[in-house]
């Protein structure tokens, strides 16, 4: 498995929350914002991971994403 696979299988395992949070610190660091697939991949994975979240688990992402917008 390459290392860029493992990333994206760890990152895979991450809570929504912080699926988030990697996306958008991968946004704003210089060097990975220039890899637009490494950003796709982690945005395919994150809504992938949304869309099979428990209710529960929605509830809790969508009420951080308002106190942190």
């Known amino acids: 498995m390459s290392s ?3 990333r994206l299988a760890v990152f895979r395992q ?3 929350r912080a699926q988030l949070a990697t996306i ?3 946004k704003a660091n210089q ?3 220039q890899n637009q697939d490494y ?3 982690l945005e395919k994975i994150h ?3 949304l869309a099979a979240a428990t209710p ?3 509830l809790a ?3 951080s994403k308002e106190l942190l917008g």
């Open 56 to 58: 529960e688990e929605k």
């Open 4 to 6: 860029l696979e493992q």
């Open 47 to 49: 809504a992938e991971s």
């Open 14 to 16: 991450l809570p929504l």
């Open 61 to 63: 992402y969508n009420k």
């Open 31 to 33: 060097v990975l914002n």
């Open 24 to 26: 958008s610190s991968s």
């Open 39 to 41: 950003i796709a991949s």
